[in-house]
């Protein structure tokens, strides 16, 4: 079968993601419960009216709106563009995916700066696309917007990914940079998978150009994760193009019911997501006072903190072992630094509590 497999398939690296709480308690063998604070997830349950709605959902025997009707309606009020420009997806993810395979084929380019999201690269992958990696600036992760504008000039260029607030820097990109970026008439897909936690967005840019893609999801702000569900805000022709081309029920009925109480009660929602930001103040202050510790300023609901000079690789090996779980990455440049996302204050004590001990000067 390795003869019939397409050489890009087979050449792809299996996305390096994070695993569930249960299967993170059996591994580290406590009864207690992992401190899990790897995956930016909400640390908080979403509101009892979303528990209820899903708890109480009627229809699991019925097939989902493959138009996805309601929730369109619903994410058309909350990002103030008709629904003609929303599609829906199994998160986020599933959107980027969508985006790569409509765009980009064996032999196109995508691009990205780096460090950032490892989806970008995944799907281009799969899809048979060369992924371009323009880095972002070393001291405080900017975006090279010489190198990013020469790299969509190649003629194979075909789409620019990048996110605001970017995963794993916390920094946003400026409107002003996103304008540059349509100039080139390249497909510019900005990723607000953070935006409740920044408020920036350009999603008012939209329908004043064909060529920018603003993605949201319901897994960080909503605390939906689990359901799997994110939306992109798109020109009329990419929306209408994804909608012809995508699996029709790919957004569970749950996960669209779901989504669409969380935007009706995104009031209290919301007021979740004011107090992770002011517990990620709280915890940059503490972190940033552990020895030689540099923690990056942050506009989402993680902190990306340098250890320099120190085995970071094996610091994240410790927590491990005390049930504690961060992001390390191996990705070049991002070797002393962990991701850490904002948890519960619980959460937060038993962190600093383990580093203080495992960080010593
Ligand atoms: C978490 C994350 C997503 C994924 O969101 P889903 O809707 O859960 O697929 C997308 N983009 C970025 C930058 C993220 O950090």
Known sequence: MRELLLPHIARVQAYASVRPPDIL???????????KLDANENPYAPTARVREAIAAFPHLNIYPDPEQAHLRKALAEYAGLGPERIVAGAGSDELIDLLVRIFVGVGDVAVTATPTFGMYRFSTQVAGGRLVEVPRDPDDFSLDMHGLLQALQGGAAKIVLLA???NPTGNTISRREVEA???TGRLVVVDEA?????GESVASLVPHHDNLVVLRTFSKWAGLAGLR?????FPQEVAATLCAVKPPYSVSTLAQAAAIVAVEDRQALLGTVRTLVHD?????KALAGLPGARVYPSRANFLLVRFPGRDVAALNRRLRERGIYVRYFTTPGLEDCLRISVGQPEDHRRLLVALREEVKP
């Open 164 to 166: 605001s607030p970017n």
């Open 229 to 233: 569900v994110g939306y992109g805000l």
């Open 181 to 183: 970026l349509l100039e």
């Open 194 to 198: 953070y935006y409740e936690f920044s």
């Open 280 to 284: 990620r103040e709280g915890l940059g």
């Open 25 to 35: 308690e059996e591994e580290s063998g406590r009864e207690r419960g992992a401190v």
